[in-house]
């Protein structure tokens, strides 16, 4: 399925197959409903001379679940945006597996840094209830969504973390092995 | 200090191979330990900048142009494209052009335009002895049409930073586009020169009736850009709207038109789509906060002064801000380069007379051509991919085109301002 849940022992597999499941469902899902909510908005407003009561606010509650769920999942399938530059240089030496090392430990220590501040957000706001900040017609609170940013950076930093261990576990000599030198 | 220092993290960063979105979470942390701010203000400020419908256009463009890769929409436009220019020597890689140039006004994707397009066109042209690397260059440079040619996630992306009309954005690298088009094809041309065995397709017998059965196939992939377009265009749908509709009209068209999807595979296309949405979403959610505190640090101010100290001359300048917006585009994506530079850049080139609209078409060059160039060159590498050719058989060509094609077009877009204002002002005057 994908290298975190292949390589885990199976007990620790499952619950991760699960999560990332539910991920691409609610992904998948949360993607159509904003098409499908736009073009609603305009049949209504065409056809029916209505609106869409404050269909903003839930949907943009949603959509931000979507795209850090998203970002987790691209976590997951190490497919975040990078300039590989030194990767495609190096090959696929020792001295590549070192600067493999470097990258994911500066990964980790970073998105520990940003799940910290994502925490102290959202803990400050949990603290201040009921005095929530909520959106203006449907009283959805921040939180919410936020939360939706706090979740995704710490699956984003959990994955990177897990596939830090797989590296140490490959060492330099199954690196090598694992990734035999192919032509860009 | 905090400028340098920015910079240096994020080259520095970025070089060593680490996530985009990491390297400016390195910056925060830096902003945090030189300038004091207070780090629960992170989450928040990039919230509120993030919390806008008008940034919902960019995942649901990514979805339409998900489902029109995976629904097989981007075959009859080729179909048709070869028709009229298939039987002269190097028609058949002017058609790859051509049809890009279509399928951007289709997707506003260049990732969905190189994936559909190259993945149609490679076989054609191996099979018809185009030299491979040099065309498969040619498709890798022509994917960014995608961003030049409306819509383009880049430029409601542009116009909601800069807060300018997403109208006037769109149609300002209409004109730029036609011409990179033109060079594009005109470059290819000379390159093949020395390619004897050729084999060019016949011209068909008939061709009224087989162009009246190609254009019936490539119709409802043809009416896509007519309804996004037409609807923002016509003041009926606002480019939000716009992108939705196009991902519900996509879906049918896909599955029972085009056939290329079926219902379980739509799930998997949109979940997948769902990934690189949130890739993106992330860098958005990151570079926001990192320019806000920019602001807050008074940079643009610092650089703009850092300019000027340079020269004062307005054609200077603006070289010399090309020359930034080039570095930026070689070591990050589109959306990233666009949201950091968009805020640094355009007070500089206001103070020079420069239009922001203008400015939104130098930037979609820019941004569109940072694509094909290395070192980053996303557009290269995925390419060498969708192409099934060696990157080191693309370079040479992919200079050969970014110097005879998307620097020209540069030029021209930087120095010559009528070329993207000239249609906006035409069609958005009123």
């Known amino acids: 399925m994908t290298e975190i849940v292949d390589r885990l022992p199976p007990a620790a597999a499952r619950p991760f197959r699960a999560v990332v499941n539910f991920m691409r469902l609610f992904v998948a899902a949360g993607g159509l409903l904003m098409a499908v909510t736009f073009c609603a908005v305009v049949i209504i407003r065409y056809g029916f001379s209505g609106n869409l ?10 959509s931000f679940w979507t795209f850090f769920l998203g970002a987790a999942l691209a976590a997951e399938k190490k497919s975040h945006v990078n300039a590989d530059i030194l990767g495609v240089v190096l090959g696929r030496t020792k001295l590549a597996w070192w600067r493999g090392l470097l990258v994911y430990i500066i990964e980790l220590v970073i998105g520990l840094y940003i799940v910290y501040w994502c925490y102290l957000a959202v803990e400050s706001e949990i603290i201040a209830y009921p005095l929530w900040e909520t959106t203006t017609a449907l009283k959805i609170p921040a939180v919410f969504p936020r939360a939706a940013i706090l979740v995704g950076f710490f699956f984003m930093t959990l994955f990177n973390a897990i596939y830090l261990v797989f590296h140490l576990i490959d060492g330099p000599k199954g690196f090598e092995a694992a990734h035999p030198e192919t032509e860009q | 200090m905090i400028i340098f220092g920015s910079i240096l993290i994020i080259c520095g960063l970025l070089l060593l191979g680490v996530s985009v979105y990491i390297a400016f979470g390195a910056v925060l942390l830096f902003l945090a330990l030189t300038g004091g701010h207070d780090i629960t203000g992170y989450l928040p400020a990039g919230y509120w900048k993030m919390n806008t419908l008008v940034l919902l256009a960019i995942p649901l463009f990514m979805i339409a142009g998900a489902i029109m890769e995976k629904g097989k929409i981007a075959a ?72 030049l040619i409306p819509p383009s996630s880049s ?23 036609i011409i990179l088009i033109l060079l594009l094809i005109i470059t290819n041309q000379i390159a093949l020169r020395k390619y004897k065995d050729i084999k060019v397709t016949d011209r068909p017998r008939d061709f009224v009736p087989e162009f009246k059965l190609q254009t019936r196939q490539a119709l409802p992939a043809l009416f896509m850009p007519l309804i996004i377009l037409g609807g923002i265009y016509g003041g009926i749908m606002t480019p939000t709207e716009a992108a939705g509709v196009a991902v ?3 879906i049918p068209i896909a599955i029972y038109v085009y056939r290329g999807l079926t219902w379980r595979s739509l799930i998997s296309t949109l979940s997948d789509a769902g990934i690189t949405i949130g890739v993106v979403m992330t860098m958005i959610f990151m570079v926001l906060i990192v320019s806000r505190f920019l602001i807050f640090e008074d940079i643009p101010t610092i650089a703009r002064e850092l300019v000027f100290s340079v020269s004062e001359n307005p054609v200077v ?29 355009l007070p500089i080139v206001q103070s020079v007379g420069v239009d922001p609209i203008h400015f939104a078409a130098i930037l979609g060059v820019n941004l569109g051509m940072a694509n094909v160039t290395p070192p980053t060159a996303p557009l290269l590498y995925l390419g060498a991919q969708v192409t099934n050719t060696p990157v080191s058989k693309m370079l040479g060509p992919t200079f050969l085109f970014i110097f005879c ?26």
């Open chain 1, 53 to 62: 009561f404050a269909y903003e606010e839930w949907l943009l509650a949603i």
């Open chain 2, 76 to 147: 009859p436009l080729v179909a048709l494209a070869e028709l009229f220019i298939g039987h002269i020597k190097g028609g058949l890689s002017a058609a790859a052009v051509v049809a890009s140039g279509i399928f951007g006004s289709i997707s506003g994707s260049a990732n969905a335009t190189l994936t559909c397009i190259g993945g149609i066109m490679m076989p054609h042209l191996r099979k018809a002895n185009y030299p491979e690397g040099l065309s498969a260059a040619l498709i890798v440079s022509a994917s960014p049409l995608g961003l």
């Open chain 2, 155 to 177: 430029h409601i992306l542009y116009a909601w930073v800069a807060q300018q009309s997403v109208l006037k954005a769109f149609l300002s690298t209409v004109i730029p586009g």
């Open chain 2, 248 to 250: 519900v009209y996509s």
């Open chain 2, 317 to 345: 300048i603006l070289l010399m801000v090309n020359l930034v917006m080039i570095l930026i585009g070689m070591l990050m994506d589109d959306i990233s380069g666009l949201l950091l530079s968009t805020p640094l850049l």
């Open chain 2, 405 to 430: 094609a998307w620097l020209p077009t540069l030029a021209v877009t930087t120095f010559v301002p009528a070329l993207s204002l000239w249609l906006p002002e035409l069609l958005l005057s009123r």
